[in-house]
């Protein structure tokens, strides 16, 4: 049995996903650390279909709307990759402090790893019409506006909402859902 009532039913459809730092720790205020994201999500573009159609990376947590087969364990390799590149990154550069805050933050049964660099789950929500997909973006986009960040959704780096806007984005999306 799921520790959660979220999860991915049906791959044909998009979801929105939120994927979070332990602990909200400021992970992707170092920008190196968002290109490995975008790394790892060009991988999956190109070897399993993955198709994103929006997203917004803030320091601790990102927002993501997309689709594959078998979206699930796609999501779930995301996670495992990017967690070992980050903490490749973080010994390499001998940033000790936040290495000892993702020790701090590992949840007690993941004892098969020094580290937990994401929080279980992604908290998936499938997008079932257009309408929900608008929904859907308007919140990641708008995330960093609310914050205090930006004042528009297209002023923020990491964000779909320059791509939306007309705008070239750091991120390749596809809009035809």
């Given at each position: 049995?799921?520790?959660?009532?979220?999860?991915?039913?049906?791959?044909?459809?998009?979801?929105?996903?939120?994927c979070?730092?332990?602990?909200?720790?400021?992970?992707?205020s170092?920008?190196?650390?968002?290109?490995?994201?975008?790394?790892?999500?060009?991988?999956?573009?190109?070897?399993?279909?993955?198709?994103?159609?929006?997203?917004?990376?803030?320091?601790?947590?990102?927002?993501?709307?997309?689709?594959?087969d078998?979206?699930?364990t796609?999501?779930?390799?995301?996670?495992?990759f990017?967690?070992?590149?980050?903490?490749?990154?973080?010994?390499?550069?001998?940033?000790?402090?936040?290495?000892?805050?993702?020790?701090?933050?590992?949840?007690?049964?993941?004892?098969?790893?020094?580290?937990?660099?994401?929080?279980?789950?992604?908290?998936?929500?499938?997008?079932?019409n257009e309408?929900?997909?608008r929904?859907?973006?308007?919140?990641?986009?708008?995330?960093?506006?609310?914050?205090?960040?930006?004042?528009?959704?297209?002023?923020?780096?990491?964000?779909?909402?320059?791509?939306?806007?007309?705008?070239?984005?750091?991120?390749?999306?596809?809009?035809?859902?």
């Amino acid at each position: 049995m799921s520790r959660t009532r979220y999860r991915i039913y049906e791959d044909w459809y998009p979801y929105f996903l939120t994927c979070t730092i332990v602990g909200w720790l400021p992970v992707f205020s170092r920008p190196r650390l968002v290109e490995q994201l975008f790394d790892s999500w060009r991988w999956l573009q190109t070897n399993r279909g993955f198709k994103v159609f929006g997203y917004v990376i803030l320091e601790n947590h990102l927002h993501l709307v997309a689709s594959c087969d078998d979206l699930g364990t796609a999501i779930g390799d995301f996670k495992s990759f990017t967690a070992r590149q980050i903490v490749n990154d973080l010994k390499a550069r001998g940033e000790s402090l936040l290495l000892k805050q993702l020790a701090w933050h590992k949840e007690a049964h993941k004892d098969d790893r020094p580290y937990q660099v994401w929080q279980e789950g992604s908290h998936p929500q499938q997008i079932q019409n257009e309408d929900m997909m608008r929904q859907k973006l308007e919140y990641t986009h708008y995330n960093p506006v609310k914050r205090g960040y930006v004042d528009q959704p297209e002023h923020w780096r990491y964000s779909s909402a320059r791509d939306y806007a007309g705008m070239p984005g750091l991120f390749p999306i596809c809009r035809e859902w």
